[in-house]
């Protein structure tokens, strides 16, 4: 079963992301702040991890940095914001809201696709390290 880790300050989107993906047959994770999601980043293996780039705390652009940083840097992240500019940082698709949940779940089906972890397969064909 794909385990996905859902970093949110806001309990309702927490919620709404952990509805949607157990739904869809996930186990899903969830963490109210970016030391919290790096605690169970820690504990656990994720095949995806999706953040809100703009929190207290530990952002998620911080905790992009912590996993490009880290053993499992082609863990695949999904940020949320409404600005184009995290576009600019390590994430691997940014969504705006919830009704870019549709490409969010393709993006994830693709990701996990044959229960291949994007960290066994190595960087993305066409990138610096491949």
């Known amino acids: 079963m794909c385990r996905v880790l859902v970093i949110h300050n806001q309990g309702m989107s927490l919620d709404t992301f952990r509805f949607l993906f157990m739904q869809s047959g996930y186990h899903v994770e969830t963490a109210t702040s970016g ?3 790096i605690q169970k980043l820690e504990a656990i293996r994720f095949d995806l991890v999706i953040t809100d780039v703009r929190s207290p705390g530990i952002d998620g652009r ?10 499992r840097r082609y863990l695949p992240i999904v940020a949320i914001s409404s600005t184009p500019l995290a576009r600019q940082f390590d994430f691997d698709l940014v969504i705006s809201n919830l009704l ?15 229960n291949s972890l994007r960290d066994d397969l190595g960087p993305p064909s066409g990138s610096p390290e491949s």
């Open 35 to 37: 030391e919290q999601g």
């Open 62 to 71: 911080r905790i992009a940095r912590h996993i490009r940083n880290s053993g």
């Open 100 to 114: 870019d949940m549709i490409l969010l779940r393709g993006f994830l089906k693709k990701m996990t696709s044959n």
